[in-house]
């Protein structure tokens, strides 16, 4: 854990291993149990963030409850963006400000969730996906690596080159 700034006012958990170069912003909230209706107050699992990664401010991310909520290695994540417990975010993702990613979900590399998007608990996103601002995308989504996606409920709008 070296070169990491982390504002005197972002909330670690102990829960929390972090990797090296990650800025941590005002009023972050990292590993703090899963909001779920059965397990909330019990001891959540790890959160793991890599190397890289900036959460610019007021990010909160939960701590696992199945499997440990990982964030990868150089990803942008902005302000009031909410990562539920046990996602996966992989690398090189942006993450804009209001996204809301839900429950077990999974962030593959270069994804790029656009301001307000909300994503449905256990849904996957493939690499090189851009979700524009304020889309949807639920379980039953279909999406396909490298493509760009609007609207409520998000539906294909063209290649994502």
Excluded at 19 to 43: D, L, M
Excluded at 72 to 86: E, P, R, T
């Amino acid at each position: 854990m070296q070169n990491n700034f982390i504002h005197p006012t972002a909330i670690i958990y102990p829960n929390v291993v972090l990797g090296n170069n990650n800025y941590i912003g005002p009023y972050c909230i990292i590993g703090a149990p899963a909001e779920h209706r059965v397990r909330f107050g019990t001891t959540p699992d790890k959160v793991i963030i890599g190397d890289n990664n900036t959460f610019t401010g007021m990010v909160t991310i939960d701590g696992g409850m199945e499997r440990e909520t990982t964030i990868g290695n150089n990803n942008f994540i902005m302000k009031h963006a909410y990562i539920a417990h046990d996602v996966i975010i992989k690398d090189n993702c942006t993450i804009c400000a209001g996204v809301s990613i839900a429950g077990h979900c999974v962030i593959n590399d270069r994804v790029n969730l656009g301001m307000n998007a909300a994503i449905h608990q256990r849904v996957e996103i493939p690499t090189k996906c851009m979700i524009g601002a304020s889309a949807f995308v639920g379980k039953k989504s279909i999406l396909r690596p490298q493509y760009k996606y609007v609207g409520v409920p998000v539906k294909e709008l063209k290649q994502n080159i």
